[in-house]
């Protein structure tokens, strides 16, 4: 499977612990983001990485959240100190944009859904 | 009041009627994206757009840049095209630069019944 993958694909966790999502791109994709989805809504832009660079991220990152592409390839996004807010649904995806192309398809992970009781 | 909007939020149908789903937008875009999400979480995109419009299968997408609106089409609609259906765009900043995120609007849930 050369999708984007995401791991773990659910999970629970209760209030106050930490917990950290995975993102594999699609390998030859250079830029990957992160976006979070609550029930009903559409998603919400996070964070994105143009290879390891962090370009951009949002004001919805609190001083909890973090996320890393250490090498370029995978990304990590990690949440302390967790909240019953923090439940939804953590997608990434990735991309990879053509030199004097507008814009760029963005492919899509499965998601993580964390539930913080 | 969201940069993205979309209408209607839900849509039901029988089998085989003609849909509609609008997306309207207030600020200045480089591209217009049409992603299809079924139940568990999964994102597929659909149509990208800068102008004019394009087909794919029953699927028809069309942009009116000066009017800042979208529709995506759905010609014989099955029960299997039952999905969230998501408008999504990448803003442009006050300089014109194309921002690399994608804002999304909220989604019509769409239910094609046999």
């Known amino acids: 499977d050369t999708g984007v993958s995401q791991n773990p694909r659910h999970k629970i966790t209760k209030r106050g612990q930490n917990v950290t999502f995975r993102c594999d791109p699609i390998?030859?994709?250079?830029?990957l983001y992160w976006y979070r989805q609550t029930l009903g809504q559409g998603p919400e832009f996070l964070t994105y990485?143009?290879?390891?660079?962090?370009?951009?991220k949002s004001r919805l990152l609190s001083d909890r959240f973090s996320a890393e592409r250490p090498k370029g390839s995978f990304s990590t996004l990690e949440i302390q100190r967790t909240e019953q807010g923090d439940s939804a649904m953590y997608l990434c995806?990735?991309?990879?944009?053509?030199?004097?192309?507008?814009?760029?398809?963005?492919?899509f992970g499965p998601g993580t859904r964390l539930t913080v009781l | 009041k969201n940069e993205v909007e979309q209408s209607p939020q839900n849509l039901t149908a029988q089998e085989g009627e003609f849909i509609t789903i609008n997306c309207s937008y207030s600020?200045?875009?480089?591209?217009l994206h049409w992603l299809q999400q079924h139940p568990g979480g999964g994102i597929v995109s659909l149509f990208m757009?800068?102008?004019g419009k394009k087909k794919h299968g029953r699927l028809i997408a069309t942009i009116n840049i000066q009017e800042k609106h979208s529709s995506l089409h759905i010609t014989a609609s099955h029960p299997r095209d039952s999905a969230v259906y998501i408008c999504?765009?990448?803003?442009?900043?006050?300089?014109?630069?194309?921002?690399?995120?994608?804002?999304f609007g909220q989604g019509t849930i769409l239910t094609v019944h046999p």
């Open positions: 995806a990735s991309s990879f944009p053509l030199s004097g192309v507008v814009t760029d398809t963005q492919y």
């Open positions: 390998s030859e994709h250079n830029r």
């Open positions: 990485f143009q290879n390891e660079a962090q370009l951009e």
């Open positions: 600020v200045g875009i480089s591209a």
């Open positions: 757009l800068s102008s």
């Open positions: 999504a765009v990448r803003l442009l900043d006050a300089g014109g630069t194309s921002y690399g995120k994608l804002t």
